[in-house]
């Protein structure tokens, strides 16, 4: 019995494989992987495999089915963004399976989309025969009277070459059935020695070339170096725009947007503006006549419109979190999501309502608006989500899965967050009050926990949260002291490991009787 080193090679077999540029490898009757040149990293790495390795049963088998065909089958392997035909030989002199890859990714590319797409497409051999035509190309071909492996009419053919062979030709024409007319944009796929034909609905384009004057929207004409040689009775803003009329030449930055946008190659449009009307100018350069058409629509409305919901988007977003927005717009009356663990912290402004009897109603609110605005700050830094204020008292709360546009661990680090905000906003009040020459202080309080947060009723509606969390932490903060953050039990277990904590001692809390309370130091130093 001989062993697979003491086998004869297969003749051919062993010749350079390492030079080959295709993929090359040999698996043992037993699925080892004996052999594979530097071209088959790709097929490897999508078997996860290397030399010396089993490769998984599914790929031994499907390779062992391939080669046991007549003629012998091939295994498809999908490596990133490349494809292979891995051709799986037996050798019984060896017992083992050469395997001989092939990069088909082109030919995939190719192949994969032209059934599925709308418009017409189309594929020529280079002798003008018709290889192949989508569903979408049906009108066409009948309207030519061919069918499949027909040769297309020769100057069609004559003029597709022409095209490739001119970059700046205008793509052919050609009519369909139902009046349909259609430009089939030629592109030549060497490596498989056939050119495709791409093909777009002109129909529309056509019927109102043919009547300008008619046309209710902007119609205008230019030559190539930009001298306007038509403009219909509906173009007169446009004109304006455009700071020219016709028989007269286009300022050449004016005419320079406009090729610019010709070139564009899907969406050669460009916009206008003048008497506050706006217009989108579809530009088509038309080479047969050596110019340039442009078809306005006025889109004043629709941007109008678009500008309208963009500050009703910004103004809801200001009201409620980004996915509850879109629930209550998909339908949802009533929202309420329960949350197993939520961080609630609750601030009030110290003395205000002694303060506000001395101040007029415009201080007030510009007091209140500054001290508040500065917590919104510290709420988005912390990516925390505001809920509301009350009087002179805010509210924020974090561990909101909803929290719009914040990183993954938002969630997981809010009672820290939380923390910080509340740490932050005595420092933020303190500088505002020495500015303003005010002895302005703020109590805080905290509290961990479940709660429930949604949206209820139909007018005035606000995202609000309840639970028992909340109540814990609005007693926090209504039995704090100025200038510190109280927090409970459950608090302080969760945060001792990362924050500094000085105990108070025994509260007393409406509702829960004496508990043991602390205040929040700092943060403890980063070992």
């Not at 001290?371 to 509301?388: G, N, P, Q, S, Y």
């Not at 990362?498 to 130091?521: A, C, H, S």
Request: net charge negative.
């Amino acid at each position: 019995m001989t062993t697979p080193s003491d086998r004869p090679p297969v003749a051919g077999m062993g010749l350079f494989p390492d030079q080959n540029p295709n993929p090359v490898l040999r698996m043992d009757a037993a699925g080892v992987l004996t052999y594979a040149n530097a071209a088959s990293k790709p097929i490897l790495q999508a078997w996860q495999a290397a030399v010396g390795e089993t490769l998984p049963e599914p790929i031994v088998a499907s390779l062992r089915s391939a080669a046991g065909e007549l003629p012998p089958g091939r295994v498809e392997v999908v490596s990133g963004r490349q494809t292979f035909d891995v051709l799986a030989i037996h050798v019984p002199e060896i017992d083992a399976f050469n395997l001989y890859g092939t990069d088909i990714t082109a030919a995939k590319v190719v192949e994969r989309f032209p059934d599925r797409n709308p418009n017409p497409v189309l594929r020529m051999t280079a002798d003008g025969t018709l290889w192949y035509a989508n569903d979408a190309s049906r009108s066409i071909i009948r309207a030519l009277g061919i069918a499949v492996g027909d040769p297309l009419p020769a100057p069609l053919a004559e003029q597709f070459r022409a095209a490739l062979a001119d970059p700046t030709a205008r793509p052919p024409e050609v009519g369909g059935e139902g009046g349909l007319t259609f430009r089939l944009k030629p592109v030549e796929i060497p490596e498989f020695e056939f050119i495709n034909l791409y093909g777009t609905d002109i129909t529309a384009e056509k019927a109102i070339d043919k009547f300008p004057n008619q046309n209710p929207n902007p119609v205008l004409r230019l030559t190539r170096q930009g001298r306007m040689t038509y403009a219909n009775p509906a173009s007169a803003i446009v004109r304006k725009a455009l700071g020219a009329e016709v028989g007269a030449n286009l300022a050449p930055e004016m005419f320079a947007r406009i090729l610019g946008a010709s070139l564009h190659p899907t969406d050669p449009t460009m916009e206008v503006e003048a008497d506050a009307t706006l217009y989108r100018l579809r530009v088509v350069a038309v080479y047969e006549f050596d110019s340039i058409n442009l078809y306005g629509t006025d889109i004043t409305a629709a941007r109008q419109v678009e500008r309208l919901n963009a500050d009703n988007e910004a103004l809801l977003l200001n009201i409620l979190p980004r996915s509850i927005a879109e629930r209550l717009r998909g339908g949802e009356t009533a929202i309420a999501d329960r949350f197993d663990d939520m961080t609630v912290l609750f601030a009030d402004v110290v003395g205000f309502t002694a303060m506000s009897s001395r101040l007029s109603a415009s201080e007030v609110i510009d007091l209140l608006n500054e001290v508040f605005t500065a917590c919104d700050r510290l709420a988005e830094r912390f990516r925390l989500e505001k809920i509301k204020t009350v009087g002179d008292a805010y509210m924020v709360v974090g561990g909101l899965q909803t929290v719009y546009g914040y990183a993954p661990d938002a969630h997981a680090t809010h009672a820290e967050d939380v923390a910080e905000m509340g740490l932050a906003i005595i420092d933020e009040v303190d500088r505002l009050g020495r500015a303003r020459g005010l002895s302005l202080e703020i109590r805080v309080g905290m509290h961990v926990g479940p709660a429930v947060a949604g949206v209820i009723g139909l007018k005035k509606f606000i995202y609000d949260v309840w639970g028992d969390t909340v109540n814990m932490a609005s007693r926090m903060e209504s039995t704090g002291v100025p200038g510190r953050v109280q927090v409970s039990r459950e608090t302080y277990d969760r945060l001792a490991g990362t924050f500094e904590f000085e105990p108070r001692g025994l509260v007393e809390v409406k509702g829960k009787g004496r508990i043991e309370t602390w205040f929040v130091k700092g943060r403890r130093p980063r070992s």
